[in-house]
C-alpha cells in the first residue's frame, strides 16, 4: 500500500506525504522500504478544562479579518523548530516556516473554530488555535514570539480557552514532539498527562 501510494504521489506530482502510525507498530518497515522517513515521535496530552477561570489580560479572540491573520501568520513564521516540517531535513527551514505562517493564517480566517490571541497593542505576541470535536477542545497551534517565550503568554493563551471553553467543553487534547522537552515540560507543569504516542513519517519527491 506504500509502495501505491508513492506511485500515485509521483503521477500526481506531490511533493510531500505524510503518516502516522502507534508506537511501536511492526509496520514501520514497509514505509522504509517505500522512501518513507521517520521524523518525529508525537506525544499526545489532556486535561480537563478547568472552571471558574476569568479571560486573562491582553488576550482576546481573534476576528476572521486580515490584520490579526496576519498577525498570527507572523507569529507562526517565527515561532516554531522543533515541529515535524522542521525536523525533516528534506524540508527547507523557509518552507516549513511559510507552512506554520499558512496554517495560523488559516486558523484564524476558517479552520479553528476559536482563536486566542495576546496582544499588548505592538502587534500580536502569541496565538492559541483551538478546534472543537464534541467535548473535547483539540489545541491545534499554539505559538509565542521567540523574543517572548517564557514569559507566561503561552499560559495566558491556555488560561483563554479555559474561560472560553468551560460549560461547553469537558477536555482538552494537545500534541508536541517527544524531543521538545520545553514543551512537554510546558504542558504536564499545566496538568497535562500522556495519554498516546505516534510516530510520524513523511516522504519527499
Known amino acids: 500500500m506504500a509502495q501505491q501510494a508513492v506511485a500515485d504521489a509521483r503521477l500526481a506530482d506531490v511533493r ?22 521517520k521524523v518525529e515521535t508525537l506525544v499526545s496530552l489532556a486535561r480537563p478544562v478547568r472552571r471558574g477561570v476569568p479571560m486573562p489580560e491582553g488576550v482576546r479572540a481573534a476576528r476572521s479579518e486580515d490584520a490579526d491573520a496576519a498577525g498570527c501568520r507572523r507569529v507562526g513564521e517565527a515561532a516554531f ?27 484564524v480566517m476558517a479552520r479553528a473554530d476559536r482563536v486566542f490571541i495576546y496582544d499588548e497593542g505592538n502587534g500580536i505576541l502569541g496565538f492559541n488555535a483551538c ?39 469537558d477536555r482538552v487534547e494537545v500534541g508536541t514532539q517527544f524531543s521538545n522537552s520545553g514543551s512537554l515540560s510546558f504542558y504536564r507543569n499545566d496538568g497535562f498527562e500522556e495519554f498516546r504516542r505516534e510516530q510520524t513519517w513523511h516522504w519527499t519527491a
Open 16 to 37: 510531500l506525504m505524510g503518516c502516522r502510525l502507534p508506537e511501536p507498530d511492526d509496520r514501520t518497515g514497509y514505509l522504509e522500504s517505500a522512501g518513507f522517513r
Open 81 to 107: 523548530t522543533s515541529d515535524r516540517y522542521h525536523a525533516d531535513p528534506d524540508v527547507p527551514d523557509e518552507a516549513a516556516d511559510a507552512l506554520k505562517g499558512a496554517w495560523a493564517y488559516n486558523a
Open 131 to 169: 478546534l472543537l470535536r464534541g467535548q473535547t477542545v483539540v489545541i491545534d497551534l499554539i505559538g509565542v514570539m521567540p523574543g517572548r517565550q517564557g514569559a507566561g503568554i503561552g499560559a495566558k493563551l491556555l488560561l483563554a480557552m479555559d474561560a472560553d471553553y468551560q460549560g461547553l467543553a
